[in-house]
């Protein structure tokens, strides 16, 4: 068996979808915006992720991630950085946790932490770009 497929029959049985699959696999949005350095936060896993958004006339145009965390985190970091595109930063402070996980399809119920993390993350972030914005 190749390695990625023992990887995904892995994820597959532990209850990622296959979105959460395909996102942790690619690392969608794992990258670094550099216009402002947001800080990161760490989640009582002691798993840390930072969210770089650039933002223009108020509206999110892109999001990238970086996260130190497990496929839960990384998935929940996609999925959060696919959510706020197209976003207001109001708009964008209303994701919460369960919204993370109905867009990932689903995530195994001991990692609905990780999607946490994601939305608190962001919630960092957005602070920072709000004094940005003042
Ligand atoms: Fe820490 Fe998943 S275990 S974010």
Redesign the pocket.
Known sequence: MAENESLVRMLKIAGYSEKAIDYYLKKVNVGVIEEVSPESFT?????S?QIFLKVENGVIKDAKFQ?I?????FA?GSAVTEMVKGKTLEEAEKITEEDVVNALGSLPKP?F??A???VDALKKSLEKYRQVRN
Not at 43 to 47: H, I, N, T, Y
Request: glycine share 22%; charged share 15%; aromatic share 0%.
């Open positions: 989640g009582l896993c002691g798993d992720m996260a965390g497990c496929a839960g985190a929940s990692k932490h990780c946490r993390l994601a």
